[in-house]
T-cell receptor, first 110, second 112 residues
Framework: QKEVEQDPGPLSVPEGAIVSLNCTYSNSAFQYFMWYRQYSRKGPELLMYTYSSGNKEDGRFTAQVDKSSKYISLFIRDSQPSDSATYLC??????????FGRGTSLIVHP | DSGVTQTPKHLITATGQRVTLRCSPRSGDLSVYWYQQSLDQGLQFLIQYYNGEERAKGNILERFSAQQFPDLHSELNLSSLELGDSALYFCASSFWDRGEQYFGPGTRLTVT
């Protein structure tokens, strides 16, 4: 079992939709959770960085962590074509080195 | 723009050769991380340096080495290159030896 798992997609949604992206992880020691956005062949861009369980909101993005079920989510409101990218989740524990999921490809069509 | 710079953007070389990838962290960041991203493996952590010293090691091959210089820039050296080393190589930086990491634009290495 991989430490961090994501559905590769692609997830295709119409413009304006609410997008839900999800990850599961296996190591209960993980306590830091991140979401990165990566456009094709570009460097990952940090979207959200959270510690422990709960919600964190930043503009149209909300990150949600449920440590009891080892489940992390990223919600994107009012999705735009410019949101089309691959979204990587990552988690880390005491070593602080993140373990990345393989990413979910999102396509937002006009 | 994350503030992390990497050179070169693209590198094409032959098997058996040696290359050096360069990374400059964001201004003020002390920690540098190197990652390899390939289609079949995803984003894999290679090695971390903090203020000039090696801090953590991941799935880095013995043919690969890195260092961080007093001005905090870092170099990743890849030797005896194989076809399977073809990948995107990313550098990331953070202020401390932990916390939020900001990635550079990457170096695309093609080994022929």
């Amino acid at each position: 079992q991989k430490e961090v798992e994501q559905d590769p997609g692609p997830l295709s949604v119409p413009e304006g939709a609410i997008v839900s992206l999800n990850c599961t992880y296996s190591n209960s020691a993980f306590q830091y959770f991140m979401w990165y956005r990566q456009y094709s062949r570009k460097g990952p861009e940090l979207l959200m960085y959270t510690y422990s369980s709960g919600n964190k909101e930043d503009g149209r993005f909300t990150a949600q962590v449920d440590k009891s079920s080892k489940y992390i989510s990223l919600f994107i409101r009012d999705s735009q074509p410019s949101d089309s990218a691959t979204y990587l989740c990552a988690t880390s524990g005491g070593s602080y080195i993140p373990t990345f999921g393989r990413g979910t490809s999102l396509i937002v069509h006009p | 723009d994350s503030g992390v710079t990497q050179t070169p953007k693209h590198l094409i070389t032959a098997t058996g050769q040696r290359v050096t990838l360069r990374c400059s962290p964001r201004s003020g960041d002390l920690s540098v991380y190197w990652y390899q991203q390939s289609l079949d493996q995803g984003l894999q952590f290679l090695i971390q340096y903090y203020n000039g010293e090696e801090r953590a090691k991941g799935n880095i091959l013995e043919r690969f080495s890195a260092q961080q210089f007093p001005d905090l820039h870092s170099e990743l050296n890849l030797s005896s290159l194989e076809l399977g080393d073809s990948a995107l190589y990313f550098c990331a930086s953070s202020f401390w030896d932990r916390g939020e990491q900001y990635f550079g634009p990457g170096t695309r290495l093609t080994v022929t």
